[in-house]
């Protein structure tokens, strides 16, 4: 009963935390701020402002969001979701922030964010190839063991491509999200759709490999 207490303090405070961090943005609206769309159900606006509470949110991942994991001794590798629009990059957050999927790999784990936090254990790890080509093996939930891939194509940059099975994702790593601005979705109601960016050639990105 205690473990189950603190587990609910535990969420009510995370989600206590992104919520001053998503007011906090959205007070810093200016009035030459570049909106996407402004309606009566959302609006959607590029941020420029680096010190948005908006990049507060879109890096803080939880450790004792998930059960069984611990914060890590050693420095882990934390990434979050690059987004393309007009031939330009930015982060995105996300109406329903249940559609944000940062990624953290630690020397044992690997913590997938999403509408659920998934944690896996890390079975295998393959010393990376030219430096550059980096392969972590790892068993999921029904005990079926899965790959994932991740190749850094600007090292200057902090920039990769993830692939998970037959899924890809454009990732940057956390200390290099503020030389990118961000979209932010805020809502009006309750729900309301997300943002739908441009369409990435994943081989065309890994050609440009740095």
């Given at each position: 009963m205690h473990q189950k207490k603190k587990a609910s303090l535990q969420k009510i405070t995370i989600l206590l935390f992104i919520l001053l961090n998503v007011l906090h943005g959205r007070a810093q609206i200016k009035?030459?701020?570049?909106?996407?769309?402004?309606?009566?159900?959302?609006?959607?606006?590029?941020?420029?402002?680096?010190?948005?509470?908006?990049?507060?949110?879109?890096?803080?991942?939880?450790?004792?969001?998930?059960?069984?994991?611990k914060k890590p001794k050693k420095k882990t590798e934390k990434w979050v979701p690059l987004y393309?629009?007009?031939n330009n990059y930015y982060l995105y957050a996300p109406c329903d922030f249940g559609y944000h999927n940062p990624i953290e790999i630690t020397e044992k784990k690997l913590l997938v964010g999403g509408m659920e936090t998934r944690l896996y254990k890390i079975e295998k790890?393959?010393?990376?190839?030219?430096?550059?080509?980096f392969k972590i093996e790892y068993n999921d939930?029904?005990?079926?063991?899965?790959?994932?891939?991740?190749?850094?194509?600007?090292?200057?940059?902090?920039?990769?491509?993830?692939?998970?099975?037959?899924?890809?994702?454009?990732?940057?790593?956390?200390?290099?999200?503020?030389?990118?601005?961000?979209?932010?979705?805020?809502?009006?109601?309750?729900?309301?759709?997300?943002?739908?960016?441009?369409?990435?050639?994943?081989?065309?990105?890994?050609?440009q490999m740095n």
């Open positions: 009035k030459d701020t570049i909106f996407l769309i402004h309606d009566k159900i959302q609006k959607i606006y590029i941020e420029p402002n680096k010190e948005s509470g908006y990049y507060t949110s879109l890096t803080a991942f939880f450790y004792f969001n998930v059960k069984g994991s393309r629009y007009h790890k393959e010393k990376p190839l030219e430096n550059h080509l939930y029904d005990g079926k063991r899965k790959y994932l891939e991740y190749t850094i194509i600007d090292r200057q940059k902090a920039v990769a491509v993830f692939k998970f099975q037959n899924e890809y994702r454009f990732m940057v790593r956390v200390e290099k999200v503020k030389d990118y601005p961000i979209i932010v979705n805020e809502c009006l109601q309750n729900k309301a759709s997300e943002f739908v960016f441009d369409s990435l050639n994943y081989k065309d990105l890994l050609k």
